[in-house]
């Protein structure tokens, strides 16, 4: 089980599209990958699209992504470089 | 106990029925809550994950048929709502709400949605917020495979629903089930939609143009509609359900009365003249109504909307024939007449014709169109003869205005008769009658009537043609006068040869439905009517009761009488005394005749 802090840097926040990249990725692993705003004790699933919605988080917000299973390195990884590029939109 | 809430919009339809919403989605989908029982439920689980698997599969073949044409960036709004659909919550979501209530599919899904929409509807995020489409557009799509091409199970569920909805198009009233749709709520709409026109000859109450009231209603709520003044009551309170309850007795005494007397031996006027009273429809499935409020065959089937308005186009020579084969099944052992199509405008949705042939009421319609089109005609005509092997049809040729007219169209009723009979012999002949509703048809009356079987006066379109009047403009919709001496010159002419050459006469249009102008026209000489199946039971009372040298004589004076105000004021006395009936709820149409004859109505 590793945790980590990501900010949403990218302009419009977990909108759609960044919502369903996330979903993506997420998806990919095998790992129970949860996110939840600072403060807030609501975790969602990384892999359901209307939980990352549901977590309106715009730009400046501040998220814990705890993941846990055999490939959550991986994860955390590819998750920690999808925040820090913007999610493909700024590029 | 919820709050009563009242919503305002224009009736279309009159009438006040007390019911539960019953909510349509886009194109008409609605989802009501059915049970399911214990070993039903995996089925109905299996039957949600194939409309959930359909739908991404449409989603994924649109998205990259989209992805060639457009940049990429717009298609990620699909991926959006394929995730939707792979995302377990939801759908974990979907099936708790089967297991839990024993719900079936559909109403499952608008639960689970539900929930999502409202949640995302109230994030502070505008973007966010408008998200909350997405979940309906998805709704929708599982819905759309959950029960798209089959049919709705309308025999689960209950007999009072009032229809709420954004829309509704003419072609979905072929859909419904009117012994459990019993009204019309819409916040789009006018007095002079299709839909109106429709929910009135159905005789649904409907108040259409209430803005914005269907996020406030949802399946399963109490409702009060009233349809005569317009309104929509939410929750109705106790004192309002009860102000409403003479009322709403009073409808069901009087569908009562129609049941109370199926087929009965009708109404035999006093000295044996047998009157037949018949009904008009629009619809096959108002059969239903007909054969409850006994009525002796169909006497008018306008087949218009039937043929129009269906979702997969002109119905084929199979699909008219059954159609056509099933209503003089229900009607047996009386007739049911189809009337050959009139207006010809294409009114579904997307598919409008070409301008040419929209119903102008001096235009190319009825058998001026059928003439010089003729595949639809002889379509239509070879259904009828062949229904006409297993029942008692009749066909109508509306607008006629000449002899050679009706031979033309005979001569093509004879050439399709031939072609697919050949000379095979003991096949009963289907009689041809004429629609007398143009003033050149009841002056050219002898030779008309010598070539039909039987004559069908459309008093509606008479009356519009004989005083130059479109019912459809309000500037001169007052100058509509039923009652005019001109229109009774008319009707006592039609009435006169009918009975010299010995032709039958049948009265098709609304007037015979009221009490006062039924027995004018009985004391003019007719003997046979067609109505509004729910006026039946009325009119046959009414003739039940009249003495019909009565009849004549009030007829007989109306004729001397010079206006039409005079001649209402004649029927109102004559008749209220010759009748022990309550008539009056009949009274303000009479005396609309009256009243509106010098000046437009305010």
């Known amino acids: 089980m590793i945790q980590q802090i990501v900010r949403v840097e990218n302009q419009l926040g977990l909108h759609a599209r960044a919502a369903a990249k996330l979903v993506r990725i997420a998806s990919?692993?095998?790992?129970?990958?949860?996110?939840?705003?600072?403060?807030?004790?609501?975790?969602?699933?990384?892999?359901?699209?209307?939980?990352?919605?549901?977590?309106?988080?715009?730009k400046g917000a501040t998220l814990i992504v705890s993941i846990d299973g055999s490939d959550e390195l991986e994860a955390g990884e590819a998750i920690r470089t999808l925040f820090e590029d913007k999610f493909g939109e700024e590029s | 106990m919820k709050q009563e809430q009242v919503f305002r919009g224009i009736g279309v339809s009159p009438g006040i029925i007390r019911g539960q919403a019953l909510k349509l989605?886009?194109?008409?989908?609605?989802?009501?809550?059915?049970?399911?029982?214990?070993?039903?439920?995996d089925e109905e689980v299996a039957r949600l994950e194939a409309a959930i698997r359909l739908s991404r599969e449409q989603l994924q073949s649109l998205k990259s048929r989209l992805a060639q044409k457009v940049a990429h960036e717009h298609s990620f709004i699909l991926e959006a709502h394929i995730l939707m659909l792979e995302d377990r919550s939801l759908i974990s979501d979907i099936v708790a709400a089967i297991h839990g209530t024993h719900a079936n599919a559909e109403w499952a899904v608008l639960q689970a949605t539900e929930q999502i929409r409202r949640a995302l509807a109230s994030l502070q995020d505008d973007y966010l917020r408008e998200?909350?489409?997405?979940?309906?557009?998805?709704?929708?799509?599982?819905?759309?495979?959950?029960?798209?091409?089959?049919?709705?199970?309308?025999?689960?569920l209950p007999r009072d629903l009032i229809v709420i909805s954004q829309d509704f198009n003419p072609s979905s009233f072929a859909t419904m089930d009117f012994e459990r749709v019993r009204g019309l709520a819409l916040e789009s709409g006018g007095r002079t939609s299709h839909t109106a026109i429709l929910s009135r000859s159905l005789r649904i109450p409907a108040v259409m143009g209430i803005q914005g009231f269907l996020g406030h209603v949802t399946t399963g709520d109490s409702l009060i509609l009233d349809g005569d003044e317009g309104l929509l009551v939410l929750n109705p309170s106790p004192?309002?359900?009860?102000?409403?309850?003479?009322?709403?007795?009073?409808?069901?005494?009087?569908?009562?009365?129609?049941?109370?007397?199926?087929?009965?031996?009708?109404?035999?006027?006093?000295?044996?003249?047998h009157v037949a009273l018949r009904a008009n429809t629009d619809l096959p499935h108002e059969v239903a109504a007909a054969k409850k409020c006994g009525a002796e065959g169909i006497g008018l089937f306008r087949t218009d909307i039937y043929l129009f308005m269906q979702p997969d186009g002109f119905p084929d020579v199979q699909t008219q024939a059954a159609t056509y084969a099933l209503l003089s099944k229900e009607m047996s052992p009386h007739p049911v007449a189809v009337r050959t199509l009139d207006t010809g405008v294409d009114i579904t949705p997307g598919r409008t014709r070409p301008a040419r042939r929209y119903n102008s009421i001096m235009g190319l319609r009825g058998i001026r169109l059928?003439?010089?089109?003729?595949?639809?005609?002889?379509?239509?005509?070879?259904a009828i003869l062949r229904a006409g092997e297993s029942g008692r049809m009749e066909i109508v040729l509306p607008m006629v205005t000449s002899l050679e007219e009706i031979r033309r169209a005979k001569a093509l009723i004879e050439s399709v008769r031939s072609r697919i009979f050949g000379n095979r012999e003991g096949i009963h002949p289907i009689p041809v009658g004429a629609m007398i509703e143009v003033p050149a048809a009841v002056m050219a009356l002898d030779a008309i009537a010598r070539e039909v079987d039987f004559l069908c006066v459309g008093t509606n379109d008479l009356i519009q043609y004989i005083l130059a009047v479109d019912r459809g403009n309000p500037e001169v919709s007052h100058l509509y006068q039923p009652l005019h001496p001109a229109v009774l010159f008319a009707l006592k002419r039609i009435a006169e040869v009918s009975r010299t050459l010995g032709i039958p006469a049948r009265v098709c249009g609304e007037m015979s439905a009221?009490?006062?102008?039924?027995?004018?026209?009985?004391?003019?000489g007719f003997s046979e009517f067609s109505m509004n199946a729910f006026a039946i039971p009325t009119i046959?009372?009414?003739f039940q009761e009249l003495q019909p040298d009565i009849a004549r004589e009030i007829a007989r004076c109306a004729l001397c009488l010079n206006s039409a105000a005079e001649i209402a004021e004649h029927l109102l006395e004559s008749v209220?005394?010759?009748?022990?009936?309550?008539?009056?709820?009949?009274?303000?149409?009479?005396l609309s005749s009256r009243d509106n004859a010098s000046s437009p109505a305010r």
């Open chain 1, 28 to 58: 990919r692993f095998i790992s129970r990958i949860s996110l939840s705003r600072e403060g807030a004790p609501r975790q969602i699933d990384a892999k359901s699209i209307l939980g990352i919605l549901m977590l309106a988080a715009s």
């Open chain 2, 25 to 41: 989605h886009s194109h008409n989908r609605f989802a009501f809550k059915l049970y399911v029982d214990d070993v039903h439920l």
């Open chain 2, 131 to 156: 998200r909350a489409s997405d979940i309906d557009d998805v709704a929708e799509r599982i819905l759309a495979n959950l029960s798209g091409s089959q049919h709705i199970q309308w025999s689960r």
């Open chain 2, 239 to 273: 004192e309002r359900i009860d102000g409403v309850a003479e009322h709403l007795a009073q409808v069901e005494e009087q569908a009562g009365r129609g049941s109370a007397v199926p087929g009965a031996p009708a109404a035999s006027g006093h000295d044996g003249v």
């Open chain 2, 370 to 382: 059928s003439l010089l089109e003729r595949d639809q005609f002889c379509t239509q005509i070879e």
């Open chain 2, 514 to 524: 009221n009490p006062f102008f039924a027995v004018l026209l009985m004391g003019l």
């Open chain 2, 540 to 542: 046959r009372k009414v």
């Open chain 2, 576 to 590: 209220s005394a010759a009748l022990h009936s309550d008539l009056s709820t009949f009274t303000r149409e009479l």
